[in-house]
């Protein structure tokens, strides 16, 4: 592999954990804001994120040549594989932000959490979400 090639990959791979990153914060944003309506809390759709979820979103970038070795593969299988490895990347940073008291989420309320890290529930979620980042990743 060239240097050329090489710096090549590094801004497509930068460019991709920037729109990562800025879509993962909007989805979030919307998440949390319509959240706040169905607690009946703030009807000014008002969210709430952390700087911290940049990166973590950004990281998704990860997700491009996952989505190659995949092209063909079922929905179903695609959508799969993404969440885990949403899951994944949420259990690890947040175990990692926990230690060092910086973590800017807390499920331990919820039902189907897994030590305050990650939430079951939001399987759906991150289905989608990662089908999302792959479409979103496939016209770069």
Same mark, same amino acid.
């Given at each position: 592999?060239?240097?050329?090639?090489?710096?090549?990959?590094? !801004?497509? %791979? @930068?460019?991709?954990?920037?729109?990562?990153?800025?879509?993962?914060?909007?989805?979030?944003? %919307?998440?949390?804001?319509?959240?706040?309506?169905?607690?009946?809390?703030? !009807?000014?759709?008002?969210?709430?994120?952390? &700087?911290?979820? %940049?990166?973590?979103?950004?990281?998704?970038?990860?997700?491009?040549? &996952?989505?190659? *070795? @995949?092209?063909?593969?079922?929905?179903? &299988?695609?959508?799969?594989?993404?969440?885990?490895? &949403?899951?994944?990347?949420? %259990? *690890?940073?947040?175990?990692?932000?926990?230690?060092?008291?910086?973590?800017?989420?807390?499920?331990?309320?919820?039902?189907?959490?897994? !030590?305050? *890290?990650?939430?079951?529930?939001?399987?759906?979620?991150?289905? @989608?979400?990662?089908?999302?980042?792959?479409?979103?990743?496939?016209?770069?």
């Amino acid at each position: 592999m060239t240097q050329f090639s090489l710096f090549a990959r590094l !801004k497509n %791979f @930068l460019k991709n954990f920037i729109t990562c990153g800025a879509l993962g914060w909007c989805l979030e944003c %919307f998440w949390t804001g319509m959240d706040a309506i169905r607690r009946g809390k703030d !009807k000014t759709l008002r969210c709430q994120t952390s &700087i911290w979820m %940049f990166p973590i979103y950004g990281m998704a970038a990860l997700f491009a040549p &996952i989505s190659r *070795l @995949l092209r063909g593969v079922p929905i179903v &299988i695609r959508g799969t594989v993404y969440m885990l490895l &949403i899951y994944a990347g949420e %259990f *690890l940073s947040g175990t990692i932000l926990k230690k060092h008291k910086s973590c800017p989420w807390d499920y331990s309320k919820a039902k189907l959490n897994y !030590k305050g *890290l990650i939430r079951l529930d939001y399987a759906p979620a991150w289905f @989608l979400s990662g089908l999302l980042f792959e479409k979103v990743l496939s016209q770069k």
